[in-house]
């Protein structure tokens, strides 16, 4: 069933994100997509949509610019009006033993992971505000939670995002708008690809890596009416890793 609600998606060209996206649109939300760099990727996705008889919206810009963040999405809400949802997922990683691990490093991973849920979530939130109503859904990991060998960056900066979610969640509370996150485990996605699954597979209970659209399947869920009473959660998608 098809609906005026829309979605906005960071981080939607790739991986977690385009699986978020497609199923967002299949669920009949109205969906603008975003990129930072890839081009090719977003109109890949905006295709894919397309066949499927929806209708998919894309934007551009560096979550880890601040002043390029509100440009742009203050035009998205004078254009279609407060969004009903808004998915945090674009993110990077940088991983390397701590240290190896560059100034540039953390820097990089910190600016656009913990400070691109500010750049991004706070020139909407007002207008969510005001409607008294919405879903904010934030993408961390579950190195976030018991953190990772090599990834002291990105585990600091998804660490953030929890506490900056739990934190918004009181916040909103009182204008019916819920924030909850998302910490995916192994997915299979680009950033795993090197990662030696030989070793990270057995402690895994359910034995497997996960898919993206698993991911994607809570993320609609957490939009929906039926959600409503869920707030302020950390909710792990991992294969009982965590």
């Known amino acids: 069933m098809k609906t005026e609600k829309r979605v906005l998606i960071t981080g939607a060209d790739r991986g977690i ?3 978020i996206a497609l199923a967002v649109c299949e669920a009949g939300y109205a969906v603008t997509a975003h990129y930072h760099r890839n081009e090719e990727a977003a109109k890949s996705l905006r295709d894919t949509v397309s066949a499927k008889g929806g209708c998919i919206e894309l934007i551009q810009f560096d979550i880890a610019n601040r002043g390029e963040c509100r440009e742009k999405l203050e035009a998205l809400t004078e254009t279609h009006g407060a969004c ?3 998915i945090c997922n674009a993110g990077i990683n940088a991983d390397n033993a701590f240290p190896a691990l560059s100034g540039e490093d953390w820097d990089s991973v910190i600016h656009t992971n ?14 969510l505000c005001r409607k008294k109503r919405g879903r904010i859904i934030t993408i ?4 976030g939670i018991i953190g990772n060998r090599g990834q002291v960056n990105y585990s600091a900066s998804k660490a953030g995002i929890i506490g900056a979610t739990k934190a918004l969640a009181m916040e909103l509370a009182s204008r019916s708008i819920t924030v909850n996150c998302i910490a995916p485990g192994v997915i299979e996605t680009d950033m795993i690809r090197n990662a030696p699954l030989d070793i990270i597979l057995p402690l895994i209970p359910l034995g497997r890596p996960g898919k993206t659209e698993e991911v994607a399947a809570l993320a609609v869920f957490l939009l929906s009416a039926e959600a ?3 707030t302020r959660q950390v909710i792990s998608v991992d294969g009982g890793l965590t």
């Open 17 to 19: 994100g385009r699986a």
């Open 84 to 86: 009903w949802g808004i």
């Open 114 to 127: 913990l400070d691109g849920f500010y750049n991004v979530l706070h020139p909407l939130i007002m207008p």
């Open 140 to 143: 961390a990991s579950v190195s």
């Open 228 to 230: 409503s009473y869920i």
